[in-house]
């Protein structure tokens, strides 16, 4: 299909709280601000994609009121400067924009959802996807004691999660990993620290990790600095994975080249959309250094992308993708994301994203809403 007609892009700030704060090293999240976008075809098709950026600019550079002003004021201009052809056009259509990739990940997503429910393909397959199931782990937040967070762990063990990701931050780390590691000697274990750390000040930090047999240390580092987490890696044994740092093809070759980690995070919206996640799972596997799915406490409808996006080959370690119930009282749609007892995710059936949008509810949580012509 090469003959793709855009028609409008709605666009919508819906507001979702979270069923429990969500705590990292660089703050605490309550509720979502969430963008979804909708776009439709001159045919009447339609498809979904969620703009991953948090409300506030501490993650990375974006945030839920610059992605809507990205996609309003330069976004669609540009779909309407440089029509596509095909989902897979997209993001050389929006090439001019500099960084921004969650604003652009959240449109670009929404026309692979287009694509594949006019081919009557589940976007898994149509993204060139070979997973009927996917390997599904948990991130867990900071608590507010090391007993806390043992129930919290031990009731996602026990779930059948195949992973399990503390997050960590100076001051709170080594206890959390000794008490966690002591209560489960064999599970996979990794730690996320969100850029939290430096490497002339916490070098012993991680020589101290290091004994714990975790199966990666996350974005310990500042995110632009590839150099430094190099020289972390050399000294010790455990796998660096960089999650913030890699925001492109190009950032995954760099990193490689300089040895800055063996493991890549991929984030849809951080990467700005399939085409660019495609060409890094697929450099990353013909390298051997495995991907997985990170999150960004989706809605369904970038939970189910984040699903789609899992089934290429490069996604050989479980991801951050799991159930809705663990996140909302309520999700946007139908049916819910269920994960098996195995701690995995079926591969839906159904054309496109495989999950029908709730839009009464979406509707529901509406504050803010825009309706752009995209011709
Ligand atoms: O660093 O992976 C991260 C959530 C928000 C921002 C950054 C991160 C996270 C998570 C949670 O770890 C992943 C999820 O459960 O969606
Ligand atoms: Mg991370």
Same mark, same amino acid.
């Given at each position: ?128 996807? =070979? $997973? %009927? ?6 991130? +867990?937040? @900071?608590? *507010?004691? /090391?007993?806390?967070?043992? &129930?919290? #762990? =031990? $009731? %996602? ?6 992973? +399990?990701? @503390?997050? *960590?931050? /100076?001051?709170?780390?080594? &206890?959390? #990993? ?198």
């Amino acid at each position: 299909m090469k003959d793709l007609k855009l028609e409008s892009l709605y666009l919508r700030e819906i507001e979702l709280p979270l069923k429990a704060p969500f705590v990292t090293s660089f703050g605490t999240s309550l509720k979502r601000r969430i963008l979804v976008v909708r776009i439709t075809d001159a045919e009447g098709a339609v498809g979904y994609g969620e703009c991953t950026a948090p409300e506030e600019p501490f993650y990375n550079h974006e945030t839920t009121d610059t992605a809507w002003s990205i996609i309003s004021d330069f976004i669609a201009p540009l779909l309407i400067k440089n029509p596509i052809g095909t989902a897979a056009d997209v993001s050389d259509a929006l090439a001019a924009i500099r960084g921004n990739r969650m604003a652009i990940g959240g449109v670009e997503s929404a026309v692979w959802d287009l694509e594949a429910k006019k081919a009557n393909t589940p976007l898994w397959r149509h993204l060139g996807g =070979t $997973r %009927e199931q996917i390997d599904c782990g948990v991130s +867990i937040g @900071l608590q *507010i004691s /090391p007993e806390v967070l043992l &129930e919290k #762990v =031990t $009731r %996602e063990v026990e779930s059948g999660y195949q992973r +399990i990701k @503390l997050k *960590i931050k /100076p001051g709170q780390d080594i &206890e959390l #990993v000794r008490v966690i590691r002591g209560n489960f000697p064999h599970i996979k274990l990794s730690v996320d620290a969100n850029s939290a750390y430096r490497l002339d000040r916490d070098v012993h930090i991680f020589e101290e990790l290091d004994e714990f047999g975790l199966l990666m240390i996350e974005q310990p580092l500042a995110a632009g600095d590839l150099v430094d987490h190099a020289k972390l890696q050399k000294l010790i044994k455990t796998s660096i994975c960089l999650d913030e740092s890699i925001t492109s093809l190009r950032d995954a070759e760099h990193a490689l080249e300089l040895g800055s980690c063996r493991i890549i995070n991929v984030k849809l919206g951080r990467v700005g959309g399939h085409s660019e996640a495609k060409a890094i799972q697929s450099f990353a596997s013909e390298n051997n250094v495995p991907v997985w799915c990170g999150g960004m406490l989706e809605s369904g409808i970038g939970r189910a992308h984040n699903i789609a996006m899992s089934t290429l080959p490069g996604f050989s370690l479980p991801g951050d993708v799991s159930a809705s119930a663990r996140y909302w009282a309520e999700d946007i749609v139908e049916p819910p994301v269920t994960v098996s007892s195995e701690g995995r995710i079926k591969s839906p059936d159904g054309p496109g994203i495989g999950y029908n949008v709730n839009e009464p509810m979406v509707e529901r949580l509406t504050v803010r809403r825009e309706t752009i012509p995209l011709k």
